[in-house]
Structure formats: C-alpha cells, structure tokens
C-alpha cells in the first residue's frame, strides 16, 4: 500500500474524539492567574510532555487534569463529559477508575510495606483483598520490587519508592497516568529507569502526561507541549499524529471490573486506622492517658459518691432509732443554761443518755501549735473548734486513746483540749502528755487525749474539743443537746422536749430527729450528683481539647498520605472516618484503662477510710463509654479538616 492511500484511508476515518479536552479553562489563586485560558487536547494512548519554567502554571494543568483541582472558568471534557457540574463523590470515583498518579515526592505511606502501599489505590477504592492480593506481587516484579514487598516503604530507596509509585499508579490499571516531575528527586540513573518504565507503559496504550523542567526528559515523549505565564506557548502535535494512529492493546490480564464494596472499604479502613495508631505509641500513648484521667475520674467519683452515700446513710441509719437533738432559738446565754436544759431532758422516760455539742468560731479562738505573735506568720488552723462533754463522746461511739474523754468533764480550774487524728497532725501534736500544749484565744491549753475513732460524728477527726464551761458565754452559744433515747422513741420524745424544757414558751426549742436528716440526705446525695457531673464532664472537657489538639496536629503531619488517598480515589467520608475510628480506638482503650484505675482508687480510698466500696454495676460501662464518646468527639474537627482538605493544595505544599 503506498503512502498516499495510507493517508486517503486514515482522512476518510472520522477524528477519534480526545479523550482529555480543555476549552478556555482558567484557575486562579488569591488574585494570581496559573492558567489564562488555556486550550489542550490528548488523545488516548499518547504519550505527552509538559515544559516550563516554574510558575507557568504546569503543576495545576495537572491537578485539573486529574480533577484534583477544580478550573474556575472554562471546560473541561473527560470522555466527552463535562466534568463541572459531577459532585465531589463522582470525581472521586472518576478520579480513581480513570487515572493514576506518579508524584516527585513518592508520596509513601511509610509505616506500611511495600506491597501495602502498592494496593492502596485499591484500597482506596474498597477493592476486596483477594483481588489485591492477586495483583500486587505481578506488579511488584514487573518494577523489580518483588523482593521488597514485605519492607516498610520508608527503608526503601527514593528510586525504589519512585519506582513503587508507578507500581501503585498503573496496578489498577488505569487508561491515563499523570506523572509530576517523577525523576525530578531522583540521580540520573534511577531518572533513565522510571523514565523507561513510562515508555514501556505507553507501549502498551496507556495515556502518558509528563510534567518536568528537564528538556532531555520532555524528549522522551512523542509530544511536547511548553507552557509560559499560563498559556500553551507551544505544541509539537502535528495536524495527523496520534489521531488517527492505532493503538496498542492493554495487557489482557489486567482487571477490567474493579468494583467498590463498602465492606471492603470499612474493613480497610479500620485496618488503616489501627496502623497509624500502632506505629505511633508514644502518640496513642499520650492519647490514651488523656482518656484516662477523664473517664478514671467519672468511674472515681461514682464509686465515691455512692460509697458515700452509703456510710452516711449507715450513721444516719444507725441514728434514726435512737437519737434526739434540740437547740434554742438565740443559743444559750450561758453554760449553766446548757447545763439546766441538760438536766431537764435526761428526766424524760426512756431517755437513756444526753450530752452537749456546740460549735465555736476556728477564726476567734485561733488554735496554733505555738504562742500567738512568736512567728510572723503561722499557719492558719482549717479545722473545727467544738464544745462537747463526755457523754457526747459516748452517744457517737466515739473512743479516745492516749486519754480520757471524762477530762473534758472536769478541767480544773482551766480548759483541757481533746484532738481529732487529723486536727492533731496538722497541729504537729503526736500525742499527748505533761507540758504538750496548744494555744486557743491565746492561752495555753494542755492537750489531754487524741480521738481514735469518731464513732457516727464524720467531723471529729479535723475538731479541737474543748469541755462545757471551758469558756465564757459573751453572745448566745448555739449548743445542741444530744439525746440518747430507746429504740424506736424518737418521736415521742421530739414531741415532749419542748414542753419539758420551755413550758410557756415550747416554740424556742427546736427539735430534730435524725429521720428528719433522711430529706437532707436526698437532697445532699443529688447535690453531690451534680457537682460530681460538672466535675467528670470538666475532665472529659480537658482531655477532649488536649487530644483533639494532638489529632489535629497528625492530621497536619499526615498531611502528604491524605493528599495521596484522596488522588487514588479515595471518598472523604471514609477519610473522615478512619480518623473518627483512631479517637473513637484510643478513647475506649483510656476509657477502659480509666475506669480499672477509678475502681482501683475508689477501692483504696474506701480501705483507707474504712468505708464498704461501693461501685455501680454500670460504672465500668459508663467509663469505656465516655471514653469513646470524647474520643470521637476529640477526632471529630481533625476528621473534618482531613476530609475537607485540597489533595491539589496538599500535594504542592
């Protein structure tokens, strides 16, 4: 056949259609212009590349060619359709089925191997394991990276790595690989090998579109297209070349239906996840210690309230048969008052025992382990300071070592002071004995006895108790008379009281039973309830801003593998996902960790204090929950920021 009825032949079939096309597309950037209206057709199994000088606009024709970019006028044509008005869920699959991408950088997941990242694009596009495994090691020996499959991508070298990347780009077979600047990091030999494995691609029909500054590169190509300030300044396409040429068949045994399976794509996900957080401990560490405190803080305090709750409705209960209180309205205006009531309500029947307690004013008295004025400064006393007898010691079970609460009884001819374990330590008193004084309104005050155990008054411990009549009365004292009665008699003596003790005038006396506390008590316990909540979110607050800060910052330094899962097809909900799926992981992991540590401390504390723990049954679940909860809530703007990102604005930072 001669030439002239070869070119009759090849003008009377029709012009095949572009299979890229652009018709005045612009793309602009914070009031710069990186493409003017610009005008290119490629054509299937061409083998394209781009020139010139940096900024003339070469990387973003590429990342509009390959829709990780959006143009800001003109059309763009991708198989004959318009690809503007496609949602962002639509390039991406488009994205994913049509191209494969080749960067300067590589762009490696580094913690994962090389056969990992060979398939990410298939994972990417949730490709089920069996078909990736099917592929990946054919791929791997056509690069020569066969004996690399099972080494993380970071040791590898940066001409393996660039010579992996075109194994991730070409493994799912695409019909157009974009290469940016491929050999652009690489020295002249291992630039000579990816250059000739773009060759062998093309060979076999795949588009080729080559990005580089390097014109002995650019001569690799059958065309070369030069761009100046955002224009084509020139093209070496001829008015017959490539469109009408044959072209090469595509390897009959790549894939041809690689169809996206959700299950697939959750499962990758969350084997993703999982990756980025055990290749990171000391991250997920710190994480997950953030959950601890928070969520071991809540299971705490819930252990603690309800044990709490519990002794005090013990002492309350172990009251509420037998026990009477009464004060006057005014107070006492003098300790024989006291004594005289006193005296009255032991005469009633089944009345077994009355003591006196009353409290006195801790900045008035001003206890101090030394003489008042010998140091500039001392230490301010925190405790209570109370008047009681040693019937009061009695009726609360209270017992005394190291002295005799009858002491408080008799004080010849000066106060004698009895102190709580705690008041005692933070007076430095050890125990008691001849010349072991403390200062109370001034005055030394031997120390004659220590409390061991406080019986059902939980505020003997941190008391200094002095006895009746130790000092003057100068305003009214408001002394409560405590009653021991029969079991079961509360009531009936609460009712009598008054009349035994003020007969014309029975509204002065007030009277309570410990039954009456019950009300107090609900209202106390859902007190407790609430400040125990405000404190437990107040931990989940601190902990979900230190770890949402620190996921924000990996989404940062992650930054390069988004861009690359994002351009491999990647959809942005499941992005966002594998990162919600990292908080929600650490969270559960600290949540769990947090509530062990909290039900460890409640039960410690409750030993120490003697207290029976008590820990709800949910509590463990309430501390995984909120765990997970926070984690998520704490990933949540990092998955965010991560699934709104620019793959084209990533890749170029």
Known sequence: ????????????????????????????????????????????????????????????????????????????????????GLSERQRAERRASLFGFVFQDSHMVGRDTAARNAVLGLRARGIGLSIQKRLVMPSLHKFGLAHKAAIPASLLSGGERQRLAIARAVIGSPKIVLADEPTGSLDTDNGGIVLDHLRELHATGTTVVLVTHDPGIAAAADRVVTMRDGLIVGDTLSATAHIDAPIAPKDSSAPHHLVRHIHHEASDVTADALSALTVRPAKALLLVLAFLLGSGGLVAAMGLSESAAIKVSARIDAAASDEVRATREGGYASWEKVTADLEQAKKLPNVLEAGVIAELSASIVQPSTFRPGSFPEQPVFTGAVRVADSAYFRLQGATIFYGDASLLDQSFGGPVAVLGQDAASQLGIARPGPGVVMWLYGEPVPVVGIIENPGRDPMLPGSVVVGVGSYPVTNGVAASLVLRTDPGMPAAIAEALPKALSPTETGAVKVQTVADLRDLKQGIDADLGRLIAIVSSVLLAIACLSAGTTMYL?????????????????????????????????????????????????LLYASAEGWAAVIPWYASLWGIGAGMASGTLSALYPALVASRSNPAQLIRA
């Open 554 to 602: 990996g989404v940062l330094a992650r930054s390069h593998e988004i861009a690359l899962r994002l351009a491999l097809g990647m959809r942005r909900g499941p992005l966002a996902s594998m990162f919600l799926l990292e908080g929600a992981v650490v969270g559960v992991l600290g949540g769990a960790a947090g509530a062990s540590v909290g039900m460890g401390s409640v």
């Open 1 to 84: 056949m001669t030439s002239h009825s070869y070119v009759h032949e090849a003008a009377a079939q029709p012009p095949r259609r572009p299979i890229l096309s652009m018709q005045d597309v612009r793309r602009g950037f914070s009031g710069a212009q990186a493409l003017a209206g610009l005008h290119l057709d490629i054509h299937q199994g061409e083998f394209v590349a781009i020139v010139g000088s940096s900024g003339s606009g070469k990387s973003t024709l590429l990342n509009i060619l390959g829709l990780l970019d959006t143009a800001s006028a003109g059309t763009y044509l991708v198989e004959g359709k318009d690809v503007s």
